[in-house]
Each structure stands twice: as structure tokens, then as C-alpha cells.
Nanobody, 119 residues
Framework: QVQLVESGGGSVQAGDSLRLSCAAS????????MGWFRQGPGKEREFVAS????????NYADSVKGRLTISRDNAKNTLYLQMNSLKPEDTAVYYC????????????WGQGTQVTVSS
């Protein structure tokens, strides 16, 4: 299995930027498609973005298109989420997740990192 550890969260003002990281260890990082999810206060966890194993294919939730960018560095076994023009509604715990090739669901999850955006 793969172990995932997020970092980079914090408290910022609206309009600021943050970059989240997710360090993977265990099985080869390139075995997994990766995703970012978030859970805001009083809300269910929602999809934010995903990236293919090679990094060549990405997908985003409509609410973050143009502001958040997912990327990965397979040499460093690390997933990133660059967050620009942050809004208060982006406040949430952000989780990275890994999906095996043959799976339709995300199999492995990190512990999450808190992002708080104040107006």
C-alpha cells in the first residue's frame, strides 16, 4: 500500500495563495492516479482535482477551475495543489488520495491539512 502525508495548509486572507504538498511512500508513486478532496465545516467531502499517473491528464471541480492547479513530481513522489485567488468558501480540510489502476475508487487517503481563508 501507499502512505500519504499532506502539508502546507494554513490561515490566509482572501486573494492569497497556498501550495499544498502530499508526500507518498511505500509502493511506487507512479502506480497511482492521485486526487485532492476537501471537507468544509458542516459539509460532506467533495472532489477538488485529479491527475493521471503520468501527470498528463487533469480534471477539476467547476468551483476551482482557473484558481487551483494539481501537479505531481514523480521523481520526488510528491503531489501538489497550487491554490491561487483563495476565497473564504475554500476553507476546508484538504485530503490527498491515491487510486490504483484497476480501482474506480480512491483506495488510500492522507490525514488532511487545514486551510482557512478569511475575508
Amino acid at each position: 500500500q501507499v502512505q500519504l502525508v499532506e502539508s502546507g495548509g494554513g490561515s490566509v486572507q482572501a486573494g492569497d495563495s497556498l501550495r499544498l504538498s502530499c508526500a507518498a511512500s511505500g509502493r511506487p508513486f507512479t502506480w497511482y492516479a492521485m486526487g485532492w478532496f476537501r471537507q468544509g465545516p458542516g459539509k460532506e467531502r467533495e472532489f477538488v482535482a485529479s491527475i493521471s499517473r503520468s501527470g498528463g491528464d487533469t480534471n477539476y471541480a467547476d468551483s476551482v477551475k482557473g484558481r487551483l492547479t494539481i501537479s505531481r513530481d514523480n521523481a520526488k513522489n510528491t503531489l501538489y495543489l497550487q491554490m491561487n485567488s483563495l476565497k473564504p468558501e475554500d476553507t476546508a480540510v484538504y485530503y490527498c488520495a491515491a487510486r490504483e489502476l484497476q480501482s474506480t475508487l480512491y483506495d488510500y487517503w492522507g490525514q488532511g491539512t487545514q486551510v482557512t481563508v478569511s475575508s
